[in-house]
């Protein structure tokens, strides 16, 4: 079994990453994985307020939790919130840290060349825009139509049931919007909203895409060469 950290911006998105890999494993599973639940925050709004505070400042919270990961032997990170990885610079940081971390917005580059128009909802904007030009990277002719906010995911931390967040927040009209507008599919741009996932489907026309599948699948295949390299 492989120890990996699981870091997201709250508890409550960090425990669904532990959920998330552990529905992983199991019988068929190719490899078995052991997360480790590291939130950065107590709650959103410190959250949004960490997203928001200098370099300096997200480096210091960063270097605490990834320095902790490192000493109990971790080398695998798995950044299980969009916002989070949208605020802060993890590819630079794996190579000076010596570790791989796998975030949501690495995914986006290969989505991109996937799509010519799409849909995405985010926990802010800050998020948006960066799910955005992670998917124009690949794709300057991409046409993004995205939304951030903030009420969703307060929702979902405060455990109401995802019919009522989805009339509360008007996602039913939201999805509609979409695909009028020809998107060809969405992009569940915040960890927090996979939450939502088998309701949000039923009124739905275009296809939901959650990027922890393919983080998922990054992950295994690297972990697994590495044992493959050492072996």
Do not use: W
């Amino acid at each position: 079994m492989f120890k990996i950290a699981v870091i997201a911006g709250t508890p409550v998105d960090t425990r669904m990453g532990v959920e998330y890999i552990e529905g992983k494993n199991g019988p068929g599973a190719e490899i078995e994985l052991q997360p480790v639940y590291m939130p950065v925050s107590e709650d959103c709004d410190a959250q949004v307020r960490f997203q928001y505070s200098d370099d300096a400042a997200k480096k210091r919270r960063m270097d605490e939790i990834f320095d902790a990961a490192i000493a109990d032997g971790i080398e695998d990170f798995f950044i299980y919130c969009n916002s989070l990885s949208g605020a802060f610079d993890f590819d630079t940081y794996a190579v000076e840290k010596g570790v791989r971390i796998y975030t949501p917005l690495q995914q986006y580059h290969r989505l991109g060349q996937v799509y010519s128009r799409v849909g995405v909802i985010a926990a802010n904007n800050l998020s948006a825009y960066n799910i955005e030009k992670h998917l124009r990277a690949d794709n300057e002719d991409i046409y993004v139509i995205g939304s951030g906010n903030m009420a969703i995911v307060n929702s979902i931390e405060h455990g109401l049931a995802p019919e009522e967040i989805i009339e509360k927040c008007g996602l039913r009209h939201f999805v509609d919007y979409l695909a009028t507008c020809g998107s060809q599919a969405l992009l569940l741009g915040c960890t927090h909203f996979p939450y939502l996932k088998e309701e949000l489907r039923g009124y739905c026309r275009i296809p939901l895409v959650d990027p922890a599948d393919e983080m998922y699948k990054a992950m295994t295949e690297a972990i697994q060469k590495q044992h493959r390299d050492i072996g």
